[in-house]
């Protein structure tokens, strides 16, 4: 086989491939063995026919249009591969020639990852929550301690939001009423927005005795319902006062106000220490993939987002929710629930070619013993020895793919490195704070799209990127076809 590649304009590339009549010769000999098993011929046994003879049956057009279908996405594949051609997209086949007689000559127009560059990567600064504790935060938490230990008193005063009130509660729609919002001796605290936005609006200023009636869409629907509430109690949370008795009876851990708020200190400073570090990584990808100012290829989107609604739908499935009931409780339509997953999707492609850029602009490669040592912690995971995970990638022609997540991963480790962190004030944040912990799991989820993420070795039937294997070109079955050879 011949091949080579011409460069198109719009990111796509012609293969041109070149297989000599012998070669195909032997594909189409594989084809007339298939067929033999299909068909049943006096004297012979099922699939045992000689090629021969079923030449003299049937002719060679149905063997060779067989073998047409089943060899030239291998052909193609093999030239893509040798190539590095980076598919995006099922290829045009055309057949220039053969396709009667003789060798075989196609061409393919492929689409193609665009190579990227991506000014202003080694400057991104990001704004994340300040990991440093402040008086209000330490207020905040003593304040929410004294309301787990306060009690409810009764109020003679109009309500006010934070109030606990005693509520009948009814709701109908044309006269029907709704499924779960129908109660008596209700307890609500006034202000958190169950049931409906302008039952808090309604209840505000309202007194124990006073009855209500109003329209409104209930949490989790699309249609108005009449709401009709009884307002039969209003009571407010009496937080108790703050002394060292206090602390001693209620806070075994701590015997003074002194010593629970150092402790509160501490807490609140790993917290927001945690909460910075989580946040880190995907604000440095966000920075970098806004510098991305193509045309995202639509191909590529339309391929992550199939992954990824794929995803979402099984992980759905597997923890018993259905879809419809899950876009009702949270007032989605079907329509902005995909929506949400597109722009995501889009998100990931810009941040896969901002990723490969910059491992490019920054000569970032991996090298024999990285590669050996991820091997290693693949096999740790799936139980496999090391050797038995190299052949798998290699069998598959997943090792191209592995080491670009790989550089890709590295590459953002570069950029976390590189980057500046302010706080909402503006002021410095230390990275070194922010990078001292195993942040490799924070990489791997960040700059990995759905549709090329790969958790397992890759088998015959799940290659290592699903991007790449958008064509119609089925590499599964490929070292079948050159073990013939």
Known sequence: MKSSVESLEGNKVKVYVEVEESEFDKDIDRAFKAIAREIKLPGFRNGKA??????????VGPAREQALRDSVP???ARAVREHHVDLVAAPEIEITDGAEEGGVEFDATCEVRPEITVPGYGGLRVEL???TATDADIEEAMDAERRRHGSLGDVDRPIETGDFVTLDLSATRDGEPLAGLNTEDWSYEVGQGWVAD??????????AGDELAFSA?????????????SVKAVQELVLPEVDDDWVGENLGEHETVDEWRAALIDQLAEQKLAQA?????????NALALLVDIDTPAAMVQNEFQARLKNTLEQFQARGVDIQQ???????????FTAAIRDQSEHAVKLDLALRAVATAEQIEVSDEELDAEFAQIGVRFGEKPARVRKAYIDNNGVEDLVMQMRKSKALDWLVHHAEAVDTEGNPIDIDLLLDHDHHDDHDEASEPVSEASAAPPSSTDQASSTDQASSTDQASETDQEDGK
């Open 129 to 131: 929550p300040s990991p």
């Open 198 to 207: 302008e039952l808090d609006e309604h209840l505000v200023g309202t007194s």
């Open 217 to 229: 869409v209930p949490n989790g629907t699309d249609e108005a319902a009449d709401l009709a509430v």
């Open 277 to 285: 570090r989580q946040q880190y990584v995907g604000e440095v990808t």
């Open 50 to 59: 000689p090629r021969r003879v079923l030449e003299a049956r049937i002719g």
């Open 326 to 336: 899950f876009l009702s409780a949270t007032g989605q339509d079907p329509e902005t």
């Open 74 to 76: 291998l052909y193609l």
